[in-house]
């Protein structure tokens, strides 16, 4: 059987952002027109979608790298670059994607937990074309000779995790009956055999109460033992599925199993797991399944299986999966359940804040500037914005050095770096690319670019 693939980490990055032209008007007779250079076009995003025809992140398994397309570049003419179409990863339904720390690969941030069908989340945008020199114009430079280059697109490392997708889990020691029981209602037709962990991928069921007017997914979970939460069985990683499912129904062998357990000390064995795996999981809504109830001689061990989880505050059902006696009860009890706890879930769910969330603490970081000296006289300048400024602009290019110094002064960099320490002649180091430090400026001759550049400006923070 194939292994149950339900993890993967992959590495996401945007389009780039075509570069900006440089470009001025020919006409006959004419030795120079104006600046008619064309924009780049913007780099598609990576969009991570949820796809209810899925069932598994098998796709994620051989490849890890997925890029979208880049914008290309502009031309004379003022004709734009196009957009690089945005790249879709399709996952299954209950799909939880977090974003990777790049060195240690653990996970740092949520980003999205997609459980509506064609749910969607920009995990990597792409980068913004850059600006054509019509674009750089003023009244001073009629004739800017430099353009933007494009956005390098953003780059991350993230997780794919799915999760099931299940309102109810049947959970319990191995051999307890669990299969059984969905394979009897629901038309899940799970292996079902006499020896533990017959069961080593969760079913899944749909289950219909008998008038057929309302219904609920059930999963059963591969068996449970003692150790559990530490790793031992099979339990661990499916532990990890039964975190989102509203309901547990925990079934037990009255029977005692081959092995003559004790129903009841099972009942605790498995509690206590649940506990030590996640204490939230011990407090998550549980009915009690007391199972092959058709057995002989069970009526002692099922009083005092009732008294234990009574005294947990816990509601008991005898059953048996062989002859189907008590499992009406047990889904009519379960629906009701199910649809209270639903409507508590979705009322504190809400998947848009969490787009909205993780794009708002992606921008924070990406416009933090960080001032660290490297050895004496000299300075690194770091941060996710101001790296890419610097990367779009040709530093072959006089006059878009600089614009690029007008944009250094809009982001208070020399503020930044005095607060440091930084003095006139040190070296001020930004990724691969070096300047000296002079606070005397003359006039801004890029004032009249603020308005245009007032979005740029904007994305920083003033920070103290
Ligand atoms: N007498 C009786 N036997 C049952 C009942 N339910 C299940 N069994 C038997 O118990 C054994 C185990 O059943 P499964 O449904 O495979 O148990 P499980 O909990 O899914 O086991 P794992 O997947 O190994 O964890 C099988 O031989 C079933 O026929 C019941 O209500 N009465
Ligand atoms: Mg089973």
Not at 8 to 21: E, L, P, Q, R, Y
Not at 314 to 331: I, K, M, N
């Amino acid at each position: 059987m194939a292994s149950f693939t339900d993890l993967s980490k992959i590495n996401v990055k945007g389009g780039d952002g075509g570069a900006g032209c440089m470009s001025f008007r020919r006409e006959a007779f004419v030795p120079k027109g104006g600046p008619d250079g064309g924009d780049g076009g913007n780099g598609g995003d990576v969009i991570v979608e949820a796809d209810p025809q899925l069932s598994s992140l098998i796709d994620y398994r051989y490849k890890h790298h997925f890029r979208a397309e880049r914008g290309t570049h502009g031309q004379g003419a003022r004709r734009h670059g196009k957009d690089g179409a945005d790249l879709v990863l399709k996952v299954p339904l209950g799909t939880v994607i977090h974003e990777l720390d790049p060195r240690t690969q653990e996970p740092v941030y949520q980003i999205a937990d997609l459980t509506q069908p064609g749910e969607r989340v920009v995990v990597a945008p792409g980068g913004i074309g850059g600006r054509g020199n019509i674009h750089f114009v003023t009244s001073v430079r009629r004739a800017p000779a430099f353009a933007e280059k494009g956005e390098p697109a953003q780059e991350h490392w993230i997780e794919l995790e799915m999760k099931l997708m299940a309102d109810a889990a049947l959970v319990g020691m191995p051999s307890v009956g669990k299969s059984s029981i969905i394979a009897r209602i629901s038309a899940a037709r799970p292996k079902i055999a006499d020896y533990p962990f017959t069961t080593l991928v969760p079913n899944l069921g749909v289950v219909r109460t008998k008038d057929g007017s309302r219904s609920f997914v059930a999963a059963d979970v591969p068996g449970l033992i003692e150790g559990a939460s530490e790793g031992r069985g099979l339990g661990h990683q499916f532990l990890r599925h039964i975190e989102r499912t509203a309901l547990i129904l925990h079934v037990v062998d009255v029977t005692g199993g081959f092995e003559q357990r004790d129903p009841v000390a099972d009942y605790h064995a498995i509690n206590a797991e649940l506990a030590a795996y996640a204490t939230e999981l011990a407090e998550r809504p549980q009915l009690v399944v007391a199972n092959k109830c058709d057995m002989p001689g069970c009526e002692e061990t099922v009083a005092r299986l009732r008294q234990a989880a009574e005294e947990d505050g816990r509601e008991l059902f005898c059953v048996s999966a062989v002859t189907g006696a008590g499992l009406d009860d047990l889904v009519e009890r379960c629906a009701t359940m199910v649809s209270e706890l639903r409507s508590q879930i979705s009322a504190t769910e809400a998947p848009d804040a969490f787009n909205a969330a993780w794009e708002r603490k992606r921008q924070r970081r990406d416009r933090t500037i960080t001032v660290r000296q490297e050895s004496r006289g000299i300075w690194r300048v770091s941060g996710g914005a101001i790296e890419r400024m610097v990367i779009q602009t040709d530093w072959e290019n006089p006059e878009a050095l600089a614009y690029l110094e007008h944009r250094f002064e809009r982001i208070h960099l020399e503020e930044k770096l005095l607060k440091e320490g930084c003095r006139d002649g040190d070296e001020v180091r930004i990724l691969g690319f070096a300047f000296t430090f002079e606070t005397n400026h003359g006039t801004d001759e890029y004032a009249e670019l603020r308005d245009a550049d007032d979005e740029v400006v904007s994305e920083f923070d003033e920070e103290g």
